[in-house]
């Protein structure tokens, strides 16, 4: 639950009342009543329930703060009707059914309000295209599935200015 409102009902509302046609109608200029995180958000994108589950338990493991998304449109219409604040850091899945995460990487760094957001491109495909494609949008990072865990979690803490591993929990997982 999200604000009272569930995922399906977000995803509902953003299948009748936005367009893929207008990226612009996904955003609103006033954030004013945008709900503020307590500590950084991580939003993860990607249609993988298994790779949803693994992000967000290894990072909320080392407390940081995650939201998930099974694709684009969903986590679009989740920020343009402020019930998230802008994400400090976007894991993103290159291969999402509805809009690519190319798509959804350029309408993100195309907008003020994620200025402060790095991308991190997520893919099963570790090709010099892809990682070429990805890194030329900007702000973005690449990490190639499947990934291992601590490569991660020390990749998100990075961009988000995290740098002494000393700041947070340790980085022993639960066996």
Not at 97 to 126: C, N, Q, V, W
Request: charged fraction near 25%.
């Amino acid at each position: 639950m999200l604000n009272g409102s569930s995922f399906s009902d977000v995803r509902e509302r953003s299948r009748t009342t936005r367009t893929l046609a207008d990226p612009d109608t996904f955003f609103t200029s006033d954030l004013g009543d945008m709900a503020s995180a307590a500590s950084p958000l991580v939003m993860v994108i990607d249609d993988s329930m298994c790779v949803r589950k693994v992000v967000e338990l290894s990072l909320t493991h080392v407390g940081i703060s995650t939201i998930a998304f099974p694709d684009g449109p969903t986590a679009l219409e989740a920020l343009s009707s402020r019930r998230i604040a802008p994400p400090r850091v976007l894991l993103l899945d290159i291969g999402l059914p509805r809009m690519s995460g190319y798509d959804i990487a350029k309408l993100i760094h195309s907008r003020s309000e994620f200025d402060d957001t790095s991308i991190i491109m997520i893919s099963s495909h570790d090709g010099v295209i892809d990682r070429a494609r990805s890194l030329l949008i900007g702000r973005v990072d690449f990490i190639a599935k499947p990934f291992k865990r601590d490569e991660l979690v020390r990749r998100v803490r990075r961009a988000l200015g995290i740098l002494d591993a000393r700041l947070g929990p340790s980085m022993d997982w639960p066996e």
